[in-house]
T-cell receptor, first 114, second 109 residues
Framework: GAGVSQSPSNKVTEKGKDVELRCDPI?????LYWYRQRLGQGLEFLIY????????KSGLPSDRFSAERTGESVSTLTIQRTQQEDSAVYLC????????????FGPGTRLTVT | GQNIDQPTEMTATEGAIVQINCTYQ??????LFWYQQHAGEAPTFLSY????GLEEKGRFSSFLSRSKGYSYLLLKELQMKDSASYLC??????????FGSGTQLTVLP
């Protein structure tokens, strides 16, 4: 497919465990964004990549959250020692470059921490 | 920082016109976006305004006034499938999007 894909689509984990979420952007898109959406709320910006560098990490809520990107392709968002407040849908988006205004969103990963 | 306000809920009737307002306060401005999000799905892009004025795209139009920090999304000839959450988002100086909490629109028959 030509769209942004994310895996897994759903993840249930126990409090204290680490989780890794994956995003495959649209081929050729150099900019990649991670957002979090809690139930009934708007999207909260977490981090963005231009290529494989992350010039803006200001949105990461704590040092338990980290992200990396290999080349201009796959990105992973890692949450260590998960807490119940981490339960949310994690959305990834990509755009052609950081100056392109349209971001294309993936279907998201629904994370539930029990 | 950035602050974006939009109504939480709106209800309208099929075939009618509805206007969803959004006000924002931002440090740096690189455009205002509207996204549509159906329940359980990813947001989809509707419109982008960077200059003052009205942008029309079919049944949807979006307006921006930068001096007032104000935008609205106008939906005409409402259809049942337009029932969704409408997200206002501002691109700041670092170009990441800051989203409002969304306006849940319910279209009634």
């Amino acid at each position: 497919g030509a769209g942004v894909s994310q895996s897994p689509s759903n993840k249930v984990t126990e409090k204290g465990k680490d989780v890794e979420l994956r995003c495959d952007p649209i081929s050729g898109h150099t900019a990649l964004y991670w957002y979090r959406q809690r139930l009934g709320q708007g999207l909260e910006f977490l981090i963005y990549f231009q290529g494989n560098s992350a010039p803006d990490k200001s949105g990461l809520p704590s040092d338990r959250f980290s992200a990396e990107r290999t080349g201009e392709s796959v990105s992973t968002l890692t949450i260590q020692r998960t807490q119940q407040e981490d339960s949310a849908v994690y959305l990834c988006a990509s755009s052609q470059d950081r100056y392109s205004y349209e971001q294309y969103f993936g279907p998201g990963t629904r994370l539930t921490v029990t | 920082g950035q602050n974006i306000d939009q109504p939480t809920e709106m209800t309208a009737t099929e075939g009618a016109i509805v206007q969803i307002n959004c006000t924002y306060q931002t440090s740096g401005f690189n455009g205002l976006f509207w996204y549509q999000q159906h329940a359980g799905e990813a947001p989809t892009f509707l419109s982008y305004n960077v200059l003052d004025g009205l942008e029309e795209k079919g049944r949807f139009s979006s307006f921006l006034s930068r001096s007032k920090g104000y935008s609205y999304l106008l939906l005409k000839e409402l259809q049942m499938k337009d029932s969704a959450s409408y997200l206002c988002a501002v691109s700041g100086s670092a170009r990441q999007l800051t989203f409002g909490s969304g306006t849940q629109l319910t279209v009634l028959p």
